[in-house]
C-alpha cells in the first residue's frame, strides 16, 4: 500500500515563526501537492511538485514555499507565520496525471 | 476555469435507505472526475473516478457514481447507507487537461442515521 506520512499530527506555532512541515512518500511517485483545508472552502491548491526540484504554484502561494530536494519527500515552509494561516494542511502523491491521489493524514497546524 | 460544485453542506439520510451526494462540474474539453472520502481526523481517501468509458463507476465500500455528460454531474451514491458512512465527501476534478492540477468542491458532510 502506498503510504503518506506527514511529521506532525498537531502543531502549535507562535505568530512570525518559520514552520516546516514535512511529507514523505514511499511509492516513488513523481507528483506531490500540498493543500490547505478550511471548513466550507474545500482544499485549496498551495503549491505541488512533478518532479525534484521543480514546483508549481497552486492557487494560494502567498505566504508559503516549498523545497523538495529528493523524490520522496515534499517540505512546505511557512516563512513567517500568521494567524490567518491556522488551518489543516494536507499532502498527498501520485504517480501520474490519472491516477488518484494519495493523501497524508494531514497536519493540524494552529498559529496563536 | 473549470470548477467543481457541491451544492449540498450536509445530507442527512435513515440507515438502509439509499443515499446520494451531489456533484456538478464545469469543464472545458473531457472530464477527468474523483470522489474522495474523510473521516474525523484523517486524511482523505479515495473512492472511484471517471476517466472515459462506462457513465457508472463502482468504487470503494459499495459506492457508485453516474456520469452524467448533458448534466454535467457526478453524484455519487449507495444502494444503502450505513452508519459508518457518516463522513466527509469531497468531488473533484482535474483541471486543466494536461496538467497535474486537482480542483476539488467544498465537501459534503453525511450524516447516516440509526
Known amino acids: 500500500d502506498v503510504k503518506v506520512t506527514q511529521s506532525s499530527r498537531y502543531l502549535v506555532k507562535r505568530t512570525g515563526e518559520k514552520v516546516f512541515l514535512e511529507c514523505v512518500q514511499d511509492?516513488?511517485?513523481?507528483?506531490m501537492f500540498w493543500y490547505r483545508q478550511d471548513p466550507g472552502l474545500g482544499l485549496r491548491l498551495i503549491y505541488f511538485?512533478?518532479?525534484?526540484?521543480?514546483?508549481e504554484k497552486g492557487d494560494i502561494p502567498e505566504g508559503y514555499s516549498v523545497s523538495r530536494e529528493k523524490k520522496e519527500r515534499f517540505s512546505l515552509i511557512l516563512e513567517s507565520a500568521s494567524t490567518n494561516q491556522t488551518s489543516m494542511y494536507l499532502c498527498?502523491?501520485?504517480?501520474?496525471?490519472?491516477?488518484?491521489?494519495?493523501f497524508g493524514p494531514g497536519t493540524r497546524l494552529t498559529v496563536l | 476555469a473549470q470548477s467543481v460544485a457541491q451544492p449540498e453542506d450536509q445530507v442527512n439520510v435513515a440507515e438502509g435507505n439509499p443515499l446520494t451526494v451531489k456533484c456538478t462540474y464545469s469543464v472545458s474539453g473531457n472530464p477527468y472526475l474523483f470522489w474522495y472520502v474523510q473521516y474525523p481526523n484523517r486524511g482523505l481517501q479515495f473512492l472511484l473516478k471517471y476517466i472515459t468509458g462506462d457513465n457508472l463507476v463502482k468504487g470503494s465500500y459499495g459506492f457508485e457514481a453516474e456520469f452524467n455528460k448533458s448534466q454535467t454531474s457526478f453524484h455519487l451514491k449507495k444502494p444503502s447507507a450505513l452508519v459508518s458512512d457518516s463522513a466527509l465527501y469531497f468531488c473533484a476534478v482535474r483541471d486543466p487537461p494536461g496538467t497535474y492540477k486537482y480542483i476539488f468542491g467544498t465537501g459534503t458532510r453525511l450524516k447516516v442515521l440509526a
Open positions: 511509492m516513488d511517485h513523481e507528483n
Open positions: 498527498a502523491s501520485t504517480p501520474e496525471v490519472l491516477h488518484e491521489q494519495f
Open positions: 511538485s512533478y518532479d525534484v526540484k521543480m514546483k
